[in-house]
């Protein structure tokens, strides 16, 4: 099957503030949350329907963060339960499609993440920056298991936060090469608008994610 060549500019958007202007800045597809100084959470019903009147509107994709709070990625039944209610809610509002990150004792909380992943139903899934906690040996594992379980692309920054995207990039194409196709493997973080055509020819990529994807 032929691929898609088309790059797509991932805007990450802290609720419904700058969407209009990412947009027409050339973002083609918008992951939306709230508290990004906490790495994301999940937005409000208010902002997510307000948000998809406007890029249905405008034929741009939204995915939506399912992230109860900041901080690690190990959740508890009560977090799991509310995990679980904001999935209905997109699949109510028809989202394109959500993104959430669940760990266990240094694995995927494999459960929570198929109990999820059925709550979904036809949604497309991005498992997030959750991916970079795993060791580089379960990380290899991980992709084969998300594979396995229809998840759709990995968000990741390839390496350390301390680290630029670009200083990331060896790992990143380990993980492309590993992935094999397979997956969609989604840089992100320190990504910008100035580097990001840098990133796309080095990983030979066509997607790219992060809050400066776009200039406006």
């Given at each position: 099957m032929k691929k898609n060549c088309k790059r797509i500019k991932e805007f990450c958007a802290e609720n419904f503030e700058h969407i209009p202007?990412?947009?027409?800045?050339?973002?083609?597809?918008?992951e939306l949350c709230d508290n990004l100084a906490e790495g994301?959470?999940?937005?409000?019903?208010?902002?997510?329907?307000?948000?998809?009147?406007?890029?249905?509107?405008k034929k741009v994709p939204t995915m939506v963060m399912i992230r109860p709070r900041g901080g690690n990625f190990e959740y508890d039944e009560a977090e799991a339960a509310?995990?679980?209610?904001?999935?209905?809610?997109?699949?109510?509002?028809?989202?394109?499609?959500?993104?959430?990150?669940?760990?266990?004792?240094?694995?995927?909380?494999?459960?929570?993440?198929?109990e999820l992943l059925n709550q979904a139903e036809n949604l497309l899934v991005t498992f997030h920056m959750a991916f970079d906690e795993l060791s580089v040996e379960n990380q290899s594992k991980a992709i084969d298991w998300l594979v396995d379980h229809g998840v759709e692309r990995i968000l990741t920054h390839g390496g350390s936060a301390q680290n630029t995207i670009i200083e990331n990039i060896p790992h990143l194409k380990e993980l492309i090469s590993y992935a094999d196709g397979r997956i969609i493997?989604?840089?992100?973080?320190?990504?910008?608008?100035?580097?990001?055509?840098?990133?796309?020819?080095?990983?030979?990529?066509?997607?790219?994610?992060?809050?400066?994807?776009?200039?406006?």
């Open positions: 202007q990412a947009i027409n800045a050339g973002a083609s597809r918008i994301g959470t999940t937005p409000s019903y208010g902002v997510i329907k307000q948000t998809l009147m406007y890029t249905k509107e509310i995990m679980k209610a904001d999935v209905e809610i997109c699949k109510a509002l028809h989202v394109e499609g959500i993104v959430f990150g669940c760990l266990k004792d240094g694995w995927l909380d494999e459960k929570l993440i198929k493997i989604l840089p992100g973080a320190g990504i910008r608008s100035d580097n990001v055509d840098q990133v796309f020819e080095q990983l030979n990529l066509s997607e790219a994610h992060g809050t400066r994807t776009v200039s406006f």
